[in-house]
């Protein structure tokens, strides 16, 4: 069995040589750098390890909005009055919408004055007779409308004597002369106007054998 040096070397009295005694390990307080770090001026290891002559990296400033539209294509003559057109046109438009609106908010207002213009002349002056047994037809709004009259009232409407106006749905047997005044208040509130010196083709109901039966079903 072969014996090591180190054992022969132990054996002949020569003594190991000592271990050098560790350091303990310093651990930096919560918060600081390494001991490292602090030793090279708190510096990261990252910035020693660049060269002294390299500047540090800045980031590249984005140009902002004043440098973009200064590097755009500048507007030519023909853009711009092309945009000034738009521009009077979408004025021009808007000015006819309001003034458009503005006179249809006073002509319902004119409407409603005069209607109750209306109500207030005809208050009370309305002929139609409960116990009226003729039908009278006449054309209004694109329809075929009636009223109940007399036999005497039939007679006097036919000859223009007495005239027909509508108000909230429903028809009013009135002098001749009260429909006049009434159509120079409010002309659509007419709903019969009948001319004697008409032909029997402007007004065919005025005719007794053109006369509808009651019980007919529009």
């Known amino acids: 069995m072969t014996i090591s040096l180190r054992d022969q070397l132990l054996g002949l009295g020569y003594k190991p040589a000592p271990k050098p005694e560790r350091k303990p390990e310093h651990k930096p307080a919560p918060g600081k750098p390494p001991l490292a770090e602090q030793r090279r001026g708190g510096k990261p290891a990252h910035a020693e390890n660049r060269p002294r002559n390299q500047a540090p990296h800045k980031p590249v400033p984005r140009a902002n909005d004043a440098q973009k539209r200064s590097q755009q294509k500048p507007r030519t003559r023909e853009d711009i009055d092309l945009a000034k057109a738009y521009a009077i046109r979408a004025q021009r438009e808007k000015d006819e919408r309001i003034e458009a609106e503005r006179l249809k908010q006073e002509e319902a207002r004119k409407r409603r ?18 116990d009226a ?28 004597e007495l005239g027909v106006l509508q108000q909230d749905g429903r028809y009013l047997l009135v002098s001749a002369e009260l429909l006049a005044q009434a159509e120079a208040i409010f002309a659509p509130a007419v709903a019969l106007k009948v001319d004697p010196n008409a032909t029997a083709e402007a007004d065919p109901y005025a005719d007794p054998q053109y006369q509808v039966p009651d019980d007919l079903v529009w």
């Open 113 to 130: 004055e005069a209607k109750a213009a209306l109500a207030e002349l005809i208050a009370g002056k309305g002929l139609n007779a409960a």
């Open 133 to 160: 047994e003729h039908v009278r037809h006449f054309e209004y709004g694109g329809k075929i409308k009636r009223i109940h009259v007399t036999a005497d009232q039939l007679k006097a409407l036919n000859a223009g």
